[in-house]
Structures are given as C-alpha cells and as structure tokens.
C-alpha cells in the first residue's frame, strides 16, 4: 500500500482463533504492527509471544469495551487498517424451528460489534491520509441455503455496512473492502456452530475432494494482499472457494 512514510498499523477483530489470528500473522510476516482484538485474553497473549503483535481483549458486543478498545488503540499511534473479522454462526436449524434468541446472537456478532467497531475507528481511519475498512463477510452473505437463514440475514446485514459506506465516503480516502469466503475449515467455526458437537463439525469438512476446504491461511494471504494494493486500487469484493465449491451447498465429496 502506498503510504506518506505512515507506519503500517492494523486492527484485526476476531483474532484469537481462525482467520482472524492467521490474518495477525499474515501482516506481522509482512511488516505491519498489529494490534489484535478478542475476548480470550490467553489466547491473544499467546499470539502476541509468537508474532510480537499488540493486544486488547475486548467484548464487541459491549459498548463500553468497545469505547475502550478504540481509545487503547489510538493512545498506542494510528490506524491505517480496520480488519472486521469478528462474527460466527449458531445453529443449522429451518426458520420453522430456528430459535429467536439465536438469530439475535448472529446480529449481534456479526451485524452489530462491526457496526460499533467501524464507527468508533472510521475517524482515525480517515485522518492522516485515509485508510482501509475491511469486512470478513462469507458467501453467506451473497446466497441462501437451507438452515442457514439466520447466519445469512446477518452476514447479508454486514454486507450491506461494507456496500453502503462505500457510497457514503466517496470521494474520501477510505476504501472499502469485503472478503467472502466460502468453505473454510478452522478450529472452531462449525464446532461453535454446533454447539461444541465435534462429530458434526467434522463432518461439515470430511472428503472434499480436490484438495480438500479452505483453511485460515488462504484467507488471510488474501486479505494481506487486498490492503497491500496502491491507494487507488479499491477491491471491492473478492469471493474465495475450495476448488470443490461451486454454491453454498454444493461440494464435491470423495464418498
């Protein structure tokens, strides 16, 4: 990314597991500083032994931490990159039985903690030069499956952040960006999804042929190299799927 002699200097949310902590790495080995953002306080501290990142553990679906959050983060220096990867699915249920209580965990996750975050970070974003809003979403977020109605509308919600703040600040020096994966097997997705039932988040996973599903690190090269593009290069989505993939619900499988 071009810069005017700005350290490179990134949040990532979401960062004790996944692709968000693949995501620290990632721009650690590229030569950002990092600061890295979950609530597993022992899982960030780790993280920061291994990659030399800066950490704040934080709840995003509190207000207050995430006040907090922001004001840690600028007494340590800039921001020059906002990475939204924090969310999750519950459940796999149809809408005829889908819990109430659920859905509301998915908006909160992955509608709303994005919504605080980017609001309480926008300003720093774009002062100084501008800078980079980006959105983890999922292919959730462009299609529909069966049982998958809650996590969708919510990834759909976020979507909607990414593509109607592009409108909003045009003509500032912010870009937006938005990341969909698709099939991406990480220690925990499926297994929170589940409800900690190992068995059936296993078998999310199990016999993708070609090569098996996504993992972390795919993820994560792609979004070093989406905030690594000159200033006006702006990539606006970017779709990413094993191989085996060809919608939401079709994967090919070796049995």
């Known amino acids: 990314m071009e810069t005017t002699g700005r350290a490179l200097r990134?949040?990532?949310?979401?960062?004790?597991t996944g692709i968000g902590a693949a995501t620290v790495r990632g721009l650690r080995a590229a030569g950002w500083d990092v600061v890295a953002t979950a609530r597993r306080a022992d899982r960030l501290e780790a993280l920061a032994a291994e990659t030399g990142c800066t950490w704040?553990?934080?709840?995003?679906?509190?207000?207050?931490?995430?006040?907090?959050?922001?004001?840690?983060v600028l007494?340590?220096?800039?921001?020059?990159s906002l990475v939204n990867n924090a969310g999750g699915a519950v459940g796999l249920d149809p809408v005829s039985r889908s819990g109430v209580a659920d859905w509301a965990a998915m908006y909160e996750k992955n509608v709303l903690a994005t919504l605080r975050v980017t609001q309480a970070l926008l300003p720093a974003l774009e002062a100084d030069?501008?800078?980079?809003?980006?959105?983890v979403t999922s292919t959730a977020a462009h299609g529909s499956y069966p049982g998958g109605a809650g996590y969708t509308a919510a990834k759909h919600a976020e979507r909607e952040i990414a593509t109607t703040l592009r409108l909003e600040l045009a003509g500032?020096?912010?870009r937006v960006l938005e990341i969909a994966p698709g099939l991406v097997e990480t220690e925990?997705?499926?297994?929170?999804?589940?409800g900690g039932d190992a068995e059936r988040a296993a078998a999310v996973y199990a016999d993708v042929?070609?090569?098996g599903p996504l993992v972390a690190e795919d993820i994560a090269d792609a979004i070093v190299w989406v905030l690594t593009r000159p200033r006006h290069v702006n990539i606006d989505l970017m779709?990413?799927?094993?191989?085996?993939?060809?919608?939401?619900?079709a994967v090919a499988r070796t049995s």
């Not at 007494?75 to 020059?80: F, L």
């Not at 925990?188 to 589940?194: D, T």
């Open 75 to 80: 007494e340590g220096g800039g921001v020059t």
């Open 239 to 249: 779709v990413l799927r094993p191989v085996a993939q060809s919608s939401n619900t």
């Open 209 to 211: 042929a070609l090569g």
């Open 56 to 72: 704040v553990a934080a709840d995003l679906t509190d207000e207050a931490d995430v006040a907090r959050l922001a004001a840690t």
């Open 188 to 194: 925990e997705f499926s297994l929170n999804r589940f």
């Open 10 to 16: 990134a949040v990532v949310t979401g960062a004790s």
């Open 129 to 135: 030069g501008g800078g980079d809003l980006l959105f």
């Open 172 to 174: 500032r020096p912010v």
